[in-house]
């Protein structure tokens, strides 16, 4: 199966040299890896570009966006600009993030799942952190989701459900629409990749508003939201961020903003969520 990574970069001088290198010692490396150095004011474009001088199949491009800090919606822009920039020769096309480092097996064992399952249409490993000189699993997630830093995608899956949104909760609509086009999502515990800047790093009040956004814009509709919410603040442990959220979700509703999903993608996204809930509840 070929293989197109694009890789969003802003001032990751810091990482992406060991996250290209993890790239560059893959037992089974992409066909094709695009940088998109994003307005960076560090060496990013300069040290990816030394990988791209020795590797034919890495590409560095460079993206002029707008200077403000916009959640979601500008790595995605980033990532639109680079897919523009990819061949049109792939079976599977993957986000990934700047500040990862993958184990030397990790795409072979996704065409592994993939060839096997022609009903995949995500798949990932898992992020770990490194506390206390060890890595343990970044705990802001279920175990079962594909996160966003690790994003990989049956191209047939990414096709049918409009490519990525852009906003803050791209990366949990995509999750729900692979499932609402009867695909299934899948994460391989056993394969580990390090996260090298934990999620959440700088969070801001402004960046807690934008999650209740994005629930509206999701369709969750209100009591779903609240609860969506409550999880992030524990998980989270910032109590500010349910309250922040819920402010976020009242304004996006009030101001009517355009929303993710369909009535129909949303009625099929609220029934998953509560039959989910229930389960949990209810064994």
Known sequence: MRICIIIPAHNEAQYIGDCLDAFVHQTHPPEELIVVDDNSDDSTFQLASEFAKNHSWIKVVQHKSSEGHLPGAKVIRAFNYGKKQASDEYDL???????????ANYFEQMCNHFQSNWLLGMCSGLLYIEKNK????????????VRGPIKLYYRKVFEVMGGLREGVGWDTVDVLLCQYHNFEVRTDKNLMVKHLRPTGHGYSTKKYHTKGEALYKMRYGFLLSKLALLKMALQAKKPKLFLHGIVGFLKAWSSEQERFVTLQEGKFIRKLRWKAIL????P
């Open 279 to 282: 389960e949990k509840v209810i």
């Open 93 to 103: 096309i993957g986000k990934f993030d700047a500040d990862i480092i993958l184990p």
């Open 134 to 145: 060890h890595w343990v699993y970044e705990n802001i997630a279920n175990q079962n989701h």
